[in-house]
């Protein structure tokens, strides 16, 4: 399995999958948490455990050329999701996420273009709308419910996924992806104690079981090793071309919904999954050349780590 798009998309569906339970399992933490604990506790839990594991493996700091790709990485992806997902999803059903992450991967597209130089076809684009609407139709049809203030917060969610998803995917062409996440992660947590404990002092910690659950699994799978494959897809498979997986991502967490919680599964979800998986299929294949390397792989200085 050399060919680069197979591998990146292998990496790339383990990453999904793993996100697959993020806006459920978010909704089951800030039912009983409030949204603060939840938002600066997802990520200091995560951090704590990936400088635990830098410093067991014996890993040396990164070089300094390095430190404004991590500082967007951490911006987007250590900052921006955890507040935003925590605060929209505590007024917002776990279902309507579904209108944010039909636009996450249009969202991939962009700053792909913008930040990693890829040059994206017309099929391409085209293929990504098509996907995206099928999503929110559906979405609508579920009965998500019309646009709302939470889901502008949920709309900077995406704005933060897509700049941390397109710089850790730079980053993970020169050093692992377990790497780059714990790193981003570490260099981030201290930022996250205070607010932790003022909001801990506020609100308490008083949850049931399903609530810690819930916070564990964002925390430990989709604030950080989750990240592990979709990174690695990512710098792989081609930022957008990759990106273009978190499309099935609604029905792949209506699909575990059914499994776990015998919610039923509809033909409108079929219908609109295979619309879905179609407009991935057309994606995939779709012409992506990159305009420039990017000023990180230009550097004469550029050593891959070991």
């Not at 949204?35 to 400088?51: D, E, M, N, T, Y």
């Not at 592990?228 to 919904?257: E, M, N, V, Y």
């Amino acid at each position: 399995m050399s060919n680069p798009k197979t591998i990146g998309t292998v990496f790339g569906l383990l990453g999904m999958l793993s996100f697959s339970l993020t806006l459920p399992a978010t909704r089951a933490a800030v039912l009983y948490l409030d949204p603060a604990v939840v938002a600066f506790g997802r990520p200091l839990l995560a951090g704590l455990l990936a400088a635990i594991l830098l410093l067991v493996t014996g890993q040396h700091t990164f070089p300094s050329r390095y430190w404004k790709n991590f500082a967007l990485l951490i911006l987007g992806a250590g900052i921006g999701v955890p507040l935003t997902f925590a605060w929209g999803m505590h007024s917002l059903p776990s279902a309507h996420g579904a209108i944010t992450l039909a636009l996450l991967p249009l969202g991939t597209a962009l700053v792909a273009t913008l930040r990693a130089g890829e040059r994206l076809s017309p099929r391409f684009w085209a293929a990504s709308i098509v996907g995206s609407a099928a999503v929110l139709a559906f979405a609508e049809f579920k009965g998500a419910g019309h646009i709302q203030l939470a889901d502008l917060i949920l709309l900077l969610s995406v704005a933060a996924s897509a700049l941390g998803y397109a710089e850790g995917a730079r980053l993970t062409r020169v050093m692992p992806g377990w790497q780059v996440m714990s790193w981003a992660l570490a260099i981030a947590a201290p930022l996250h104690v205070i607010p932790f404990l003022l909001a801990v002092r506020a609100h308490g910690l008083s949850a049931p079981a399903s609530a810690w659950c819930g916070f564990i699994y964002i925390a430990l799978v989709s604030q950080w090793t989750g990240m592990f494959a979709w990174l690695r897809g990512l710098s792989t498979g081609g930022i957008a071309r990759i990106g273009q997986l978190q499309l099935a991502q609604p029905f792949c967490t209506l699909l575990f919904s059914s499994l776990l919680l015998r919610e039923s599964i509809t033909p409108a979800m079929l219908i609109a999954a295979a619309i879905v998986v179609g407009a991935v299929a057309v994606g995939r294949n779709a012409n992506i050349e990159t305009r420039q390397k990017s000023r990180l792989e230009n550097s004469d200085e550029l050593e891959p780590e070991t």
